[in-house]
Structure formats: C-alpha cells, structure tokens
C-alpha cells in the first residue's frame, strides 16, 4: 500500500515538471517589458534625469529597494560610454552602460547581469511630446534562455520587472515635475 502511494506521488510530481517544461518549451525566446507615463515636464528636464546615470540612480527602484548594493562609475559623467557597475543582494550584480542617445528624445541603453542569473537586456528610453507634456517609455527586452522561460511559467516577469518600472516612472515623474 505505502509502495503504491510513493509511486503515485513519484508518478505526479514527475507529470507536474513535465508539464512545467513543455509550457517553458512553448513560451517566446524573447521578453519585452514596457511601461509609460505623461509628465508635465519638457523632455529637455526630463533627459538629464536619465542619460546622467548618477541622477538615475537616485530614482532607479532597483538601486533604491537594495540598501547594500556597491556601484562604481566609469566612461563620461553623460551619455554614450557612461557606465555604471554594481553588485548587491537584491538588484544582482551587472553593468549598465549607455550606448546611445538623441538629445532630449532617446536614451539607449545596455544591461549586461551576472548574477542572479547572467543576462544580456537591451533598455530604451523615449521621450516623445504630447502636448505641454512629454510620455516617457522605459523598455526593456532581450532573449530569454530556456532557464528563464521555465521561472516564467511560474513568475510572471512583466508584473515583477513592470512594477518597478512604473515605481521608478513615478519617482521621475515627481523629480522632472518638482523642478
């Protein structure tokens, strides 16, 4: 009796990971997380805030929510080359480095992890004019190893990394506005 049970539950556990793999086999090799807000700032106030990776990082909710992360800056205090390196307990430890910009309207950039898991995720900013406003669009996308479509069929990536992307919109919405 106690035999068939194990059995059972070996059988089921065994059907469940199974399972889990084909929805992982299924899901895109790529990801994209996107989020958008409309600030009543001019682009102009608003570029600075991102292309300057210090300032950045004074609203980054991934820089803010990790209390120990350690970070270092190389390459040019603005634009293209300026590179932030950094290691914590909870935003990881990786690169991020501008590779592009188009003053005041883009702000490309690269994010190169090598923990928790390594990774290679390209980000863009835009900053398009809406009227006295301007909508800024954070982006980020990049190819999702069979590893990470497998974690996807259990966390549901756009609501994780989306939600700070819109904490982090917020936080700069609030320091372009208060300018």
Known sequence: MLKTLVLVVLGLVLLAIAAVLLLA?????TFR?????????????????????????????????????????????????????????????????ITDTAVPTKVAMKLDMSA?????????FTLTPEG???RVTWTMQGPRPFL???LGVVFNMDK???????????????????A
């Not at 086999?25 to 090799?29: N, Y």
């Not at 909710?61 to 992360?69: A, E, G, I, S, T």
């Open 148 to 150: 990470g479509r497998v």
């Open 160 to 178: 994780m990394v989306g939600g700070a992307f819109e904490e982090g919109l917020a936080e700069l919405k609030l320091r372009a506005e208060g």
């Open 25 to 29: 086999a299924r899901q895109p090799e």
């Open 116 to 124: 928790p898991m390594e990774a290679h995720n390209d980000v863009l």
């Open 33 to 97: 997380v996107q989020r958008s807000t409309l600030m009543a700032a001019p682009a102009d106030r608003i570029f600075p805030l991102i292309a300057d990776l210090r300032q950045m990082n004074s609203w980054n909710p991934f820089v803010k929510r990790d209390p120990q992360v350690r970070g270092s800056y190389s390459g040019p205090p603005t634009g293209v080359g300026a590179t932030y390196v950094f290691e914590g307990k909870q935003a990881g430890s990786g690169s991020l480095r």
């Open 132 to 134: 006295g406003a301007t």
